[in-house]
């Protein structure tokens, strides 16, 4: 029996890059992971400094005839590198055993963050080595998160298929000589103006909610009859089984969702004499039945750290914050956000 012929170019894509790091490496990623505060951000700075460092010596290696700029603010949700004026995003990964991929929403939909390429680096600590996995076109990844409505993880990520990847890495450098940048659209971020007018404070001063008790409601905050079509309030009667006073404020989108609004809904009950359980929930009005796609619903501290987010799905008629309690001058603050476009807080005391 003759023996099967094998192609050399099948070789070639059998073969993943692997990246040697040298003991510099680890010195500047340990370096950048102790400027931030928490430990799980540092360690994925700490990972990401890994997986630029690598991608950078292999870019280097291939593209001679330009310099490689790097992005000098690394988070915990990514960094860039520039070739020209392409931007590459690494996507640093301990391990993809299961064949999945993590990408922050941040990295794909912040317009300072988003990138031309996305590139999956398996950074191996032990093994002194980063593997460059494949890429992933931009365009390419807005549409599969379209078509297939990915939900967004409770990290604040996407999750992927490896094999979304092309593992071809010469291909990169095929779109880096031969494509135009403007080929691969990025989003754009407003202008100082136009970001002011879009994020929106729905009031400088807290909502204090003990208040509610005792029938003292702020400005702007008005009955559920009002604000929510009768059909969807009927339902909602059904499904909120909270005693205690409920009010909804209106949320304007914005112009670019044709100042589509949502009503956000509080509900308040007494559970001790200095502890109250609230319950917050977002809904469409003027007879909309299901909110706008990839609206997020998001509970903060005092401080400002993420303590809850929900997002909306392509046919969610409402979504909901898991219900919660807290004693007597306690703050909090909800959010309502879609992309970079709008931001709306609503900052409360109990």
């Known amino acids: 029996m003759r023996p099967s012929s094998v192609n050399s170019s099948d070789i ?7 990246i040697w790091l040298e003991p510099e490496d680890f010195h500047q990623a340990r370096g950048c992971s102790q400027l931030v505060m928490s430990e799980a951000q540092q360690w994925q700075t700490y990972l990401n400094t890994l997986a630029r460092l690598g991608c950078e010596k292999w870019l280097s290696t291939r593209i001679s005839d330009q310099p490689i700029h ?83 993880l409770e990290d604040g990520s996407y999750q992927l298929p490896l094999s979304l990847f092309d593992a071809e890495l010469n291909h990169l450098l095929f779109y880096h000589h031969f494509l135009e940048p403007s080929a691969i659209p990025l989003p754009v971020a407003s202008t100082q ?3 002011v007018s879009l994020q929106t404070y729905l009031h400088n001063t807290k909502t204090k909610l003990s208040q509610w008790l005792e029938g003292v409601f702020e400005e702007g905050w008005q009955t559920i009859d009002t604000l929510i079509n009768p059909e969807a309030n009927l339902a909602l009667s059904t499904r909120i089984t909270h005693k205690g006073p409920k009010k909804a404020k209106l949320i304007d989108l914005g112009v670019q969702l044709g100042h589509q609004t949502v009503a956000l809904l509080v509900n308040i009950t007494e559970e001790t004499e200095d502890k109250l359980g609230i319950l917050i929930q977002l809904h469409p009005t003027g007879g909309e039945r299901y909110l706008p796609p990839y609206l997020n619903l998001t509970l903060l501290s005092k401080a400002g750290k993420t303590l809850q987010e929900v997002t909306s799905r392509s046919q969610d008629n409402y979504i909901q914050l898991k219900p919660f309690k807290g004693e007597s001058g306690k703050r909090f603050s909800v959010e309502v956000s879609l992309g970079e476009h709008l931001k709306v807080k609503e900052d409360f005391e109990l």
């Open 193 to 195: 103006s136009a970001a």
């Open 12 to 18: 070639r894509l059998s073969l993943p890059e692997v």
């Open 70 to 152: 790097r992005d000098t603010d690394v988070m915990e949700t990514g960094c860039h590198l520039k070739v020209g004026e392409f931007k590459i995003c690494p996507i640093a990964t301990e391990h993809i055993l299961d064949e999945i991929v993590n990408i922050p929403t941040d990295a794909i939909d912040k317009p300072e963050l988003a990138a031309h390429f996305y590139v999956v680096v398996e950074v191996l600590e032990e093994e002194e080595q980063v593997i460059l996995r494949g890429f992933l076109r931009y365009d390419q990844l807005v549409n599969y998160r379209n078509e297939f409505n990915l939900q967004i």
